[in-house]
């Protein structure tokens, strides 16, 4: 646990998962509250797969992307600063899929915005052990 999180500054994992619990059943809040964080540092240019299993969807699929642009989470209307604790994984990213076995989601530029806490609950890859193909 970080310093930040012990002084009450910052959420602890837990105080996130339960927050992102609260979200209604089926949502993608509410699944990514099942999950660990697994990517802990900043995730900017990193190849990171995306957590898109049932029960998310409807089967498995692989979406890779890579971090570009971090945005932070707009505050409402007459908010001047977040309250605290603040959000653990807030805000979203700018991605290029760079991967994806998802009709949706197509590789070559295309671009995708994904909140940080769905980041933080991927997985990274590394491409120094894939084989390359001629």
């Known amino acids: 646990m970080s310093f930040l999180s012990r002084i009450g500054f910052i959420e ?5 998962r339960a927050r992102l619990a609260q979200a209604p059943e089926g949502s993608t809040n509410h699944y990514l509250s099942t999950l660990p964080v697994t990517i802990e540092e900043w995730p900017k240019d990193l190849l990171v797969e995306l957590p898109w ?3 998310r969807t409807d089967r498995p699929y692989r979406v890779v992307v890579v971090p570009i642009e971090f945005r932070k989470d707009a505050l409402p209307e007459g908010v001047e600063e977040e309250p605290l604790p603040r959000k653990l994984h807030s805000g979203s990213w700018t991605c290029a899929v760079v991967y994806s076995n998802h009709p949706s989601y197509p590789v070559g530029g295309y671009r995708i915005v994904v909140p940080a806490a769905e980041i933080a609950r991927g997985r990274k890859v590394d491409l120094a052990g894939v084989p390359a193909q001629a």
């Not at 602890?12 to 996130?16: A, F, K, L, V």
């Open 12 to 16: 602890t994992e837990e105080q996130e």
């Open 53 to 55: 299993e049932p029960p």
